[in-house]
């Protein structure tokens, strides 16, 4: 059950960020240090290593938050 929600929230978030065009760098460290690398080490299958492929490939923009709050 943990790998199919980690899939769900991979595919899903990965997806918006895609149909986006860029991602912050803040949102890509969440996605892939706290979701996929925690997914790929318990098996995680080849569709979210396909979504995190065009992830990486995203523009980086800044954050929209500044550290000032």
Not at 13 to 21: A, F, P, T
Not at 27 to 50: D, I, T
Request: glycine share 12%; charged share 25%; no cysteine.
């Amino acid at each position: 059950m943990l790998i199919g929600l980690g899939h769900d929230r991979i595919i899903n978030l990965g997806m918006s960020y895609i149909e986006r065009g860029w991602i912050t760098q803040d949102e890509y460290e969440n996605l892939y240090v706290y979701l996929y690398k925690p997914y790929q080490e318990m098996g995680g299958n080849g569709s979210a290593k396909r979504v995190m492929e065009e992830v990486a490939r995203l523009p980086i923009k800044n954050s929209r938050y500044s550290a000032e709050g």
